[in-house]
């Protein structure tokens, strides 16, 4: 049985990842002007002074969730890495595949850089400095490495990673649209496989 104090504090550690979470699935739904911290804080089911006490301003707030969010992303699906694969083709594939799998395990991802893109907020610019431009030049590094099949070889890299990106994480986005349209519930397991399996073939080409 845990100590007092470890029980509290585990407590108070899944308190703030319950804090964030939900900081970014309001984020992410409704935009960050129509979120409060006393929406936030009833969702969770904390006082909202606990809220700004613990993270400041819905500012603050905002830019914690962020980066929370990153780091799951670097810790669910690290950059490709030879270690692992014998080409970097082969490293290449492993990490987009992981991608979308990431993508259908948190669609809030997408949903609120998408929101900040519409506005093109200082938000936005903040994240695309400190997170989102540091790991594209990662990737595009690792794009040049890759023997990528012909014709895709030849196209813009930016250009291809942003196609990739919306490939992997389109059918999150519209979620809702694909059951109303085509009564297909995106999220399932063996759809998500599928949709996997859909961008490796369109992709590499693979048989």
């Known amino acids: 049985m845990n100590p007092p104090r470890v029980a509290k504090q585990e407590r108070s550690e899944q308190t703030r990842t319950d804090i964030l979470q939900t900081a970014l699935d309001m984020f992410s739904s409704r935009g960050f002007a129509a979120v409060s911290l006393r929406d936030i804080a009833d969702k969770v089911g904390v006082n909202h ?3 700004r006490y613990h993270f400041g301003g819905k500012e603050q707030l905002w830019q914690e969730s962020v980066a929370y ?3 799951r992303l670097e810790q669910e699906i690290p950059p490709p890495d030879l270690s692992r694969d014998s080409t970097p083709i082969e490293a290449l594939k492993r990490y987009v595949r992981a991608y979308v799998h990431y993508c259908a395990r ?3 991802h997408a ?3 998408v929101q900040e893109s519409i506005e ?3 938000r936005l610019k903040w994240v695309a400095d400190n997170y989102i431009r540091p790991s594209h030049a990662r990737t595009l590094s690792f794009l040049k ?3 990528l099949p012909a014709g895709i070889s ?3 890299p930016v250009m291809l990673l942003y196609m990739v990106v919306a490939i992997a994480q389109m059918p999150y986005l519209v979620t809702a649209e694909l059951q109303f349209v085509h009564n297909r519930n995106a999220l399932l397991p063996e759809a998500i496989e599928a949709h996997a399996e859909a961008v490796m073939k369109f992709l ?3 048989d």
């Open 49 to 51: 002074a606990m809220i």
């Open 204 to 206: 590499f080409r693979d």
């Open 69 to 71: 969010l990153f780091e």
């Open 120 to 122: 093109g907020s200082d």
């Open 145 to 147: 490495e890759a023997e």
């Open 111 to 113: 949903r609120l850089i």
């Open 154 to 156: 030849a196209m813009d």
């Open 106 to 108: 948190h669609p809030e």
